[in-house]
Nanobody
Framework: QVQLVESGGGSVQAGNSLRLSCAAS????????MAWFRQAPGKDRAVAAA????????YYADSVTGRFTISRDNARNTVYLQMNSLKPEDTAVYYC????????????????????WGQGTQVTVSS
């Protein structure tokens, strides 16, 4: 079973930056596709960024493109989300997700495609 633990959330003012980390258990982390989803108050959960097993393919939601960067360090079993130029509309609970049994260079953007989830970390951006 894969366990995911997010960290790095907090409260910041608009324009500032945060880096989220997701530490994963498992001997086969390098075979997982990973993603960051977020859920804002009154909104459905939606993908913010996704990364393939290889790290070679990435996806960003239109709302975060140019501001967020997803990356992974397989040696540390960790995926990161660097968030720059934060806006109040980025306020949400951010969830790390892992998908096992992936193809090498594919990313996945729908929640049902992931089979492991972290507990979530709150990000609050004030104006």
């Amino acid at each position: 079973q894969v366990q995911l633990v997010e960290s790095g959330g907090g409260s910041v003012q608009a324009g500032n930056s945060l880096r989220l980390s997701c530490a994963a258990s498992g001997r086969t982390f390098s075979t997982y596709a990973m993603a960051w989803f977020r859920q804002a108050p009154g909104k459905d959960r939606a993908v913010a960024a996704a990364i393939s097993m290889s790290g070679g393919s990435k996806y960003y939601a239109d709302s975060v493109t140019g501001r967020f960067t997803i990356s992974r360090d397989n040696a540390r079993n960790t995926v990161y989300l660097q968030m720059n130029s934060l806006k109040p509309e980025d306020t949400a609970v951010y969830y790390c997700a892992a998908r096992t049994g992936t193809m090498y260079n594919l990313y996945y953007t729908q929640g049902y495609m992931y089979n492991y989830w972290g507990q979530g970390t709150q990000v609050t951006v004030s104006s």
